[in-house]
């Protein structure tokens, strides 16, 4: 069955340090995103991309880089990460070309930055 | 600018009270789709439903019942004879203009008492 994973589904990091979550689909869908979500602010888009090599910013990018070498694959990273990129990351993907596709979402990394 | 609004933050009910979540969206476009998923304490998210601009229809599924109403730009959801096992938080989430990724609201969580 097809399915997208995330990994590590935990992971604790020091300030400063670079940490990058890994996203992959095999729904071979041409479009991923990043949303974090905290307490109080739902889910948030943190970057976007409509296929191979392209990248798109969302509402909160500051921080954070994505890059799209292939189908399957959109990691994450945070560049130094900071206290107040503690957060739940979710990986979505969509198919189709047009609007109105179900986002199919991966099971979250807890991210925890002291 | 497309904006959904999730007034209730948290919602309180004993087991087997209907319920409703509302959902206010905002959209310049004609075209557009509106969303609701899921997310018991287990953290995934879950698809409910798919709602599209042209379709003023009310949709029923067992105990989930959606009322979309354009006149004014609602999109709210029923749970009839609720359940311990409704207990999640809510998000709605509108896609508009088809280049641009899902809006969520803030959510709505959704306790259901025994």
């Known amino acids: 069955d097809a399915e997208i994973t995330q990994s590590p589904r935990h992971k604790i990091t020091e300030t400063g340090r670079q940490v990058t979550l890994a996203c992959h689909q095999t729904?071979?869908?041409?479009?991923m995103f990043w949303y974090r979500q905290d307490l109080g602010h739902g889910l948030r888009l943190i970057h976007y991309?409509?296929?191979?090599?392209?990248?798109n910013k969302g509402e909160v990018s500051d921080g954070y880089s994505v890059s799209r070498s292939n189908t399957e694959d959109l990691p994450l990273t945070l560049e130094s990460a900071a206290s107040s990129q503690t957060s739940v990351y979710f990986c979505?993907?969509?198919?189709?070309?047009?609007?109105?596709?179900?986002?199919?979402f991966g099971p979250g990394t807890r991210l925890t930055v002291l | 600018a497309q904006k959904v609004t999730q007034a209730q933050t948290e919602i309180s009910v004993v087991e087997k009270e209907d319920v409703t979540l509302d959902c206010v969206y905002e959209?310049?476009?004609?075209?557009?789709?509106l969303f609701w998923y899921k997310q018991p304490p287990s953290g995934e998210l879950v698809f409910l439903i798919r709602?599209?601009?042209?379709?003023?229809q009310n949709e029923i599924s067992g105990r989930y019942s959606w009322n979309f109403q354009k006149s004014t730009s609602s999109f709210n959801f029923t749970i009839t004879a609720s359940q311990v096992v409704d207990s999640a938080v809510y998000f709605c989430?509108?896609?508009?203009?088809?280049?641009?990724?899902?809006?969520f609201g803030k959510g709505t969580r959704l306790s259901v008492i025994a």
């Open positions: 991309s409509y296929g191979v090599q392209d990248t």
């Open positions: 709602r599209n601009s042209f379709d003023e």
């Open positions: 959209t310049r476009d004609t075209t557009y789709y």
């Open positions: 729904w071979n869908h041409n479009n």
């Open positions: 979505a993907s969509s198919g189709g070309l047009a609007g109105g596709n179900e986002q199919f």
């Open positions: 989430a509108l896609d508009d203009s088809g280049n641009t990724p899902l809006v």
